[in-house]
């Protein structure tokens, strides 16, 4: 039985916090049901924009943090792609354009229609012990190298959560990694929300060993 199947299974025979992943975007309403506390939208690199984010990293760029609202994003956006600029490096609108549609889907999920965007290059290990976060929905992808980790739920062990990783990790071969590109929809746990599905335990990859980089996108609403 394939990863898949076995997730969609499992969440058929139980309301435990269940994940999807698809290749369609337009999957992305399923993170609406209740017991799903994961999408991941897999889709193919674009090369194009790999090798402009390439150079982007090698600006050591500054990281873009602001929030906004729909009316709001195309200004925003403008003014984004102006900091990730240099003379000798021009937008790429392909780039651009992709980040747009991604952000203008997402922030329609909220209830008042905004949400903070955080664009940035990471060359450290961020979070390397899963954990959950507080948030109600998070989009995120990593446009350039190694992708966020997640456990199925058969692999954790949510008592031992903010203990160490190997209490944390049942099954170390149940260890999901999104890819390059690939976008996720994550469910976090806010405090004192009754009825609240668990959210999805996660974490960064390691890099900083190999000196790899990365550049994030991610969204709160
Ligand atoms: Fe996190």
Redesign the pocket.
């Known amino acids: 039985m394939s990863l898949l199947s076995e997730l969609q299974f499992l969440g058929v025979k139980s309301k435990k916090p269940r994940q999807m992943i698809s290749y369609s975007w337009t999957d992305r309403n399923v993170v609406n049901e209740l017991d799903v506390n994961l999408f991941c939208w897999k889709r193919d690199v674009n090369l194009e924009i790999s090798d402009f984010l390439e150079k982007v990293l090698n600006k050591e760029p500054d990281p873009i943090q602001f929030h906004t609202s729909l009316d709001e994003l195309d200004d925003h956006i403008g003014m984004a792609k102006h900091t990730w600029t240099w003379s000798d490096l021009r937008p790429l609108d392909l780039f651009w354009r992709d980040l747009t549609i991604l952000a203008r889907d997402f922030i329609s999920f909220s209830e008042n229609k905004s949400g903070t965007i955080h664009l940035r290059a990471i060359t450290n290990d961020a ?1 390397t012990k899963f ?3 507080g948030y109600t929905l998070r989009l995120f992808t990593t446009y350039y190298g190694k992708g966020t980790e997640w456990l199925p739920e058969k692999a954790v062990n949510r008592l031992a959560l903010g203990t160490t990783n190997d209490k944390i990790v049942k099954d170390l071969s149940r260890i999901q990694q999104m890819e390059a590109f690939e976008v996720g929809i994550l469910k976090g746990e806010l405090p004192n929300r009754p009825n609240r599905i668990k959210g999805i335990v ?3 990859p390691e890099i900083k060993q190999s000196g790899e980089k990365r550049i994030i996108l991610r969204i709160d609403i």
Do not use: Q
Request: net charge neutral; hydrophobic share 0%; proline share 0%.
């Open positions: 979070c954990h959950t976060d996660h974490r960064s």
